[in-house]
């Protein structure tokens, strides 16, 4: 799987919108963006994913941009309860439809809200 | 609904010592991860299971560690002689077969003094 990059940290404050971006240069044709996310001594949790085209749900939005090079995860209003470490991760949709289930997760970004 | 249960949440051992460690997945998902979390880290994949059987045990770090999920619903990760390297977050998902997301119990956290 390609490998992703995102800041190390970023700051944000109560009720504003969060972007948080995500570099994928070496992505291909047929990895899709996936985004979870990890609160404070809790396991991950899945916020959203897509492919192509931008997506929305009830957590948050994910921007891609046309030549799926990079991406970004919009949280509209930020909580003190979205403070948390958020993973972009790659994953091959062929070789996930086999046995390869590894996801490669790294560092993520670590979010702040201040209230 | 109940999500995925991680038991014990903490465990204490000391060096040389056999853990186990259990895992109880989403009813009705089929497929299960076993993943560690160092301090400052991401999760490092372990072991999936598809069903019974161990699909890809590849991270496994070495022949110390060992899962089973016996009747294709609760797993066990068993660790033996333990080290003080291990330590660290156990964490523990589910699936539907093919389907995302995975989700995730809150962990064991293992520390081996």
């Known amino acids: 799987d390609a490998k992703t990059t995102q800041p190390n940290s970023m700051e944000s404050n109560e009720e504003e919108p969060v972007h948080l971006p995500c570099n994928h240069s070496?992505?291909?044709?047929?990895?899709?963006i996936h985004w979870y996310r990890q609160l404070p001594s809790q396991g991950p949790e899945y916020v959203i994913h897509?492919?192509?085209?931008?997506v929305n749900n009830r957590m948050a939005s994910l921007a891609i941009a046309e030549d799926r090079k990079s991406s970004t995860l919009i949280l509209h209003r930020a909580t003190l309860r979205d403070a948390a470490v958020y993973y972009c991760?790659?994953?091959?949709?062929?070789?996930?439809?086999?046995?390869?289930?590894?996801?490669?997760w790294g560092l993520g970004t670590s979010l702040a809200v201040n209230p | 609904g109940a999500g995925v249960s991680q038991t014990p949440s903490n465990k204490v051992t000391e060096k040389g010592k056999y853990v186990e460690l259990r895992c109880d997945p989403i009813?009705?998902?089929?497929?299960l991860y076993w993943y560690r979390q160092s301090l400052g880290q991401g999760p490092e994949f372990l072991i999936y299971?598809?069903?019974?059987?161990?699909?890809?045990d590849s991270g496994l770090p070495n022949d110390r560690f060992f899962a089973v999920r016996p009747e294709g619903s609760v797993s066990t990760l068993k660790i033996q002689r333990t080290e003080r390297g291990d330590s660290a977050v156990y964490l523990c998902?589910?699936?539907?077969?093919?389907?995302?997301?995975?989700?995730f119990g809150n962990g064991t956290r293992l520390t081996v003094t």
């Open positions: 998902a589910s699936s539907q077969e093919g389907d995302e997301p995975l989700h």
């Open positions: 009813s009705g998902h089929t497929a």
């Open positions: 299971f598809q069903g019974t059987g161990a699909a890809d």
């Open positions: 070496t992505i291909s044709g047929t990895d899709y």
């Open positions: 897509g492919l192509t085209s931008n």
């Open positions: 991760i790659l994953r091959d949709v062929w070789l996930y439809a086999g046995n390869n289930r590894k996801l490669i």
